[in-house]
């Protein structure tokens, strides 16, 4: 079994302030890949990144930057210098062998 | 770049009545997925379609679902008689050959389903 989940259920912050979404997961696998996903108020999903099990390194990629860390089993995802497009709802999600989401982080990044 | 197209975007029906939700997969993509988001709630898994049969279900996809790959390119789900819990967001999704290891999906823009 597996689960993930997302204690933060929402967040809200004043524009240009950093956000940071906690992410904790539960596997048996020694394999497995992580995500996060962005759903936009428009409904879609968007991929933002997979990192996978044997890959600590943690990465910045613009205003994206996330920590992995293998010991706590989080997947942590920081939005620096936070914008209003951003407001969207976060989905931290695990694979093994098929896809399962946190229940969801909203982000809402106020003017 | 290659998408996973859905329609319709928004379907409303009666409940009771039948609804088939269309998805046309990335070309070369082996593996195919429904997944449901009711409104405020988190993305669930309802099925994996591989070889022309349904690979893996989850305890949703009961008698009332099924899918189908009719003409090779597209990718239907059929609710046969819907309900008013059926309401959601439902997502194709389309993969290839190593996604069920990666988890590396393309998902298309969802298809709202509104049950009156």
């Known amino acids: 079994a597996q689960k993930v989940t997302q204690a933060q259920t929402e967040i809200s912050v004043v524009e240009k302030e950093d956000v940071t979404l906690d992410c904790v997961y539960e596997t048996r696998d020694t394999t497995y890949y992580l995500f996060w996903y962005k759903q936009p108020p428009s409904g879609e999903l968007v991929f933002l990144i997979r990192r996978n099990s044997f890959d600590e390194q943690n990465e910045i990629s613009g205003r994206y930057s996330w920590n992995f860390q293998k010991s706590t089993s989080s997947f942590n995802f920081t939005i620096t210098a936070s914008q209003v497009v951003d407001s969207a709802v976060y989905f931290c999600?695990?694979?093994?062998?098929?896809?399962?989401f946190g229940a969801g982080t909203t982000v809402t990044v106020r003017a | 770049e290659p998408e996973v197209t859905q329609t319709p975007s928004h379907q409303v029906t009666q409940m009771g009545q039948e609804v088939i939700l269309r998805c046309v997969p990335i070309?070369?993509?082996?593996?195919f997925y429904w997944y449901r988001q009711i409104l405020g709630q988190k993305v669930e898994f309802l099925v994996s379609?591989?070889?022309?049969?349904?690979?893996?279900k989850s305890e949703i996809f009961d008698d009332q679902f099924s899918v189908e790959r009719p003409d090779g390119s597209n990718f239907t789900l059929k609710i046969r008689s819907t309900k008013l819990e059926d309401s959601a967001m439902y997502f194709c999704?389309?993969?290839?050959?190593?996604?069920?290891?990666?988890?590396?999906?393309?998902f298309g823009e969802g298809s709202r389903l509104t049950v009156l």
């Open positions: 379609f591989y070889n022309n049969e349904i690979s893996e």
């Open positions: 999704a389309s993969g290839t050959d190593s996604s069920p290891n990666t988890g590396e999906l393309f």
């Open positions: 070309s070369n993509h082996l593996y």
């Open positions: 999600a695990l694979n093994d062998y098929k896809l399962s």
